[in-house]
């Protein structure tokens, strides 16, 4: 057992680099053949859509939260489960095609430590079930005891961090998009996308070995599709953002050669939700990490809706440095809005 699963990592370690070299960015625009696609029109359905959907290619549950901790300190954390197939459908045993990644970082101003799981499908070593609902690879877990998310429990750890959280949704799920339907170029690109972002946090965080307690709040997203970029889409910076005003904004942009493609929701604090057009939400760099490589400052703006505002790093190193590397951590928000949130930025590295 022990020399497969070296071998299941020594194959992931050298198939994601090989991928992401291909089509997009971590080899998100490579054809779909033989995997299933979104379509426009398909209702989401719960708990069934909290559950893996094996036809299609990539899929991911991701919880990110910003906390301060017992001294007012702000800090960040993030949990995610990632679902690769090499091909359509499910097998019992190590011949399943399903391949699990997970992810967990803690964030502070001056520190940012992360560690990763992995995990081969058909083993019981990874896996979602949704009622239930329990997500897991290897000993983290997030789960609930409600068909609806309305209530989370999270725990993580890494050689240098561990942390237990306790999550209480203010709002229902969020359906992004067109109804679930997210589209991500003109192309015709698309996932499906659903989310969470009106959860409570309470509980402890630990950094080398000093445990605190937090309080905070947090924002889970969920997404499957088969080719969500086109090929010549070379990454993406995807913001959730939480303004004091009870608003909260989810922009994206994807980054390409001919146009970087943008959209994104706008959260009323009531949960209802207004779908923003491709261009309607814009982010421009303002400043740039002290290696030059990544922004970390960027001009946020939604005119329609009159939003202007900053949103800066509170940790410029924020980098998941895995399998595939990516930029991931919390920001502040200053501008005619206030707020915190989190950016995901890839294709820089």
């Known amino acids: 057992m022990r020399t497969r ?16 070299a291909a089509q997009g960015y971590a080899g998100l625009g490579s054809t779909a053949e033989g995997f299933a696609l979104p379509e426009r029109g398909t209702a989401l359905q719960f708990p069934r ?50 391949i699990w990644m997970g992810h967990a970082a803690v964030t502070t101003a001056t520190r940012h430590t992360s560690a990763e799981r992995l995990a081969r499908g058909g083993t019981g070593a990874a896996g979602v079930t949704p009622a239930p609902f329990s997500a897991r690879i290897g000993d983290w877990h997030m789960t609930s005891p409600d068909t609806a998310l309305q209530n989370l429990f999270l725990e993580a750890s890494g050689d240098h961090f561990s942390y237990s959280l306790q999550l209480a949704a203010q709002t229902p799920l969020i359906l992004q998009g067109d109804r679930g339907y997210s589209v991500k170029y003109r192309d015709g690109q698309a996932s499906y996308y659903y989310s969470q972002p009106g959860y409570r946090a309470t509980g402890t965080v630990t950094l080398d070995g000093k445990e605190t307690s937090v309080t905070g709040k ?19 910076d995807w913001f959730s953002l939480r303004f004091d005003t009870g608003e909260k904004l989810m922009g994206f942009v994807l980054r390409g050669p001919r146009e970087g493609f ?12 207004t779908p923003l057009p491709p261009g309607s939400f814009t982010a421009l760099p303002q400043a740039y990490s002290p290696s030059g490589d990544v922004p970390v ?26 399998s595939f590397t990516y930029w991931e951590g919390p920001v502040t928000v200053h501008g005619n809005r206030t707020g915190s949130g989190y950016l995901e930025m890839t294709g820089y590295r």
């Not at 699963?5 to 992401?20: C, D, G, H, M």
Request: glycine fraction near 6%; hydrophobic fraction near 40%; charged fraction near 20%.
């Open 218 to 236: 947090a924002w889970l997203d969920r997404e499957w599709s088969s080719q969500p970029l086109s090929p010549d889409q070379t990454g993406w």
């Open 5 to 20: 699963f070296r071998a299941l990592i020594t194959f992931l370690i050298l198939a994601w680099p090989a991928t992401a």
């Open 262 to 273: 943008t959209s994104g929701s706008l959260i009323a604090s009531d949960g209802s939700t």
């Open 49 to 98: 859509d909290h559950s893996p959907h094996p036809d299609f290619r990539i899929e991911w549950w991701y919880l990110t939260a910003n906390l301060k901790d017992e001294d007012g300190d702000p800090m960040g954390i993030q949990w995610t489960l990632f679902r690769s197939a090499l091909r359509p459908g499910d097998t019992e045993g190590w011949a399943s095609p399903q």
């Open 297 to 322: 400052a960027w001009q946020v703006q939604v005119p329609d809706h009159g939003i202007d505002v900053t949103v800066r790093a509170l940790n410029p190193d924020a980098w998941m440095q895995h």
